[in-house]
């Protein structure tokens, strides 16, 4: 099966990671794959041609942090502290959540994200199963763990539940939809786990060359009360244990130290930015520019939507190119161009899809079309600038993954969203009365 | 014409100014003002009944700083700093601009704005004329005036061209159409204009009981340097010179002194809060918490559209509620509900338009229906939160203005948008090339 998509500005990186726009271009298909590129017409014929003038087309999004069956929390203890938030709210709730409530959490979650832009994301959030099941059913990518914490001192790795569950995990899903789904493996944060726990996860995590996903100095306050414990910041007790001997990305890094800094860039450790939650939760600004000054892998996140409230990753890309800039006051600090690449490019580093994140000939088939013609995108002078400040994720009107349309014009092709509604309904039911 | 809307979920204020939401509410139009407002049928007839099912009915939203022809401009300069953009990019382009350009350009902020629920704004730019007579066509509200600046230091004020066209556009438009459309005076800066031309525009607005429009310490250079020039904060210059004897609002604010604070609060001159502007310029983050424990009147607007880059309040909501929570690290500096108050109660203060800005009867049908049947607004759970928190510009299905539709699903009701689109598109041709 070959698509040519024609007459839309395509954007997308070259081998330097610069943004490059083509007006007018073509984009050509063949099964999951880019089979053509440019701005002239490719030889040789194609089964369907889709006109997609007054259109961008970009690489899909990356959301590489997030709890997606939390949008069942959605609104749940808005305006609290942290502490209040987690354990005053949105703990009680999910003490209530069954497997099926994960089930239909996760498939509305799969169809915001891919009605927005979204076609992989990073999940961390238990009955991961269900989630996993959920994406490869979805067309989507998706890199999922099941975290893992552990509050008794005592308990021995070969005890642990969540370690048992995180490799039945790994072994059933690991590669599973044409690769569509990896799992990833999951310490979720200094604060909840103990250290043989932190050793016997990595070790883990090592044996199979796999990739680790932590919560890493989210707040000053767990950023100061592990320096108090261990007589170290979490970077270094993440690094003592091994936790960064393998590939590993770390969600939220506001409160990071210079010396943290070192560690992260010395293991590889990508950092994933997650704007709104930091700001609504109150937990700070990460200082992004100097992880990039310092050469580190930068993506986005939406986190949870009990703490954003939503898995809109045009709002991430428009908070994350304003707020460095005010609060250092210097409107050159982040650029349209700078987080649209966290968002594509570095969000397949994040996930280790070698052939994702960009459109290039070779590279798999995952990308969306924007609308301009709307009276908030008129007109369309600055391609990035439009996306990043202009744009809304509504106006995404195509989402294609692994070659595959998921969303056209509002219609999603590979979920019910009928029954999802449905289910998602006596869920709230039950949950809230 | 009586219609009745009937099982939405309404948001309101009540006396205090505090939330309230009906579900299941019944609100009753007569012409252009509320009849009826509660979770109880009216008695009487209704011409017509409106199902907003699954719809949250909210007060129209104000826009209460911008510049609404820059929707022309819109991308141009971005990511650099302020002088540069301005005086590098914007002032070139805004050098070509005819009144033709501006109708078009009013008319597609018009779109912009009416289609993602904003019902009036308070516009500063030039040709305000043309702007008028759409606002007047539209079915909008707004407030409008003819910016003075003064470059020469010996211009007198009998002599200034812009204060002759500032008299001649209140002569001819202040109270048209039913008073939808308001005049106000405008002084655009300090560092743009006399004490001369202050003094004289001041007076004019006091000799009408008028409201004066203008730009305050929105930058640390702007405030140093007038500090240095002239002894005082630009607060203490306006105040000295009887530009706060009058109404007032002063846009930005960013770099006010606690001082300056006192100043506003003593001649009740209310802050327009512009969070994206500000962050996107490299600008700073504005004190907003000050101002409302201070008991200043604090509303929203989106600046212009080449500083921002768009005119939708759904971005200024949800920036304004996290912003000052991410600077302070507090997460209860800022709430939905103070947010919405800023959009709605507030700038219908800022606007003197006392039966406006709120739900109740006897008020102006002003008012708007978010839809949440849509992923990302399920499941609908805390209704301010949804609003401020995952809302999108683009979730707004209805909005109505003195009892009229203004626009529904995606129909403007007043505005031809083929005819803008073509306008605009020529504007743009000649100005871009």
Known sequence: MKTLYKNGTVLTFNEEGSVVVIRN??????????????????????????DMAGKIILPGLYNCHTHSPMVLLRGVGSDLPLDQWLFGEVCPIEDKLTPDDIEAGSYLALMEMIAGGTVSFSDMYFSPERTAT????SGMRANINRPVQSFDPNERPEDSVRIKEA????EQFNGCADGRVLIDWCIHAEYTCTEQIVRAVSDLCRQVNGNLHIHLSETEKEHLQC?????????????????????AFAA???TLEDGDIEILKRHDVSVIHNPTSNLKLGSGIAP???????????ALGTDGAASNNNLNLFEELHLAALINNGELRDATVMTADSVLKMATVNGAVVQRRKDCGKLAVGYKADFIAVDTDRPHMTPCLDVPSLLVYSAQASDVALTVCD??????????????????YYNVRKTVERLYG
Do not use: M
């Open 25 to 50: 271009g073509y984009l050509g298909v063949e099964n999951d794959r880019i089979c053509w590129l440019g701005d002239t017409p490719p030889e040789g014929d194609y089964d369907e041609t889709k």
């Open 227 to 247: 320096k108090e414990k261990y007589g170290k910041t979490p970077a270094e007790w993440f690094e003592v244990l091994g936790a960064f001997d393998c590939g």
């Open 403 to 420: 070659g595959k349309v998921l969303y056209e014009n509002g219609e999603y092709k590979t979920i019910d969203s009928e029954k999802t």
């Open 288 to 298: 992004v520019q100097k992880f990039i000054d310092r050469g580190l892998n930068v």
């Open 134 to 137: 959920a994406v490869a059913n």
């Open 252 to 254: 939220h890094c506001v």
């Open 167 to 170: 490799q039945a995990l790994y």
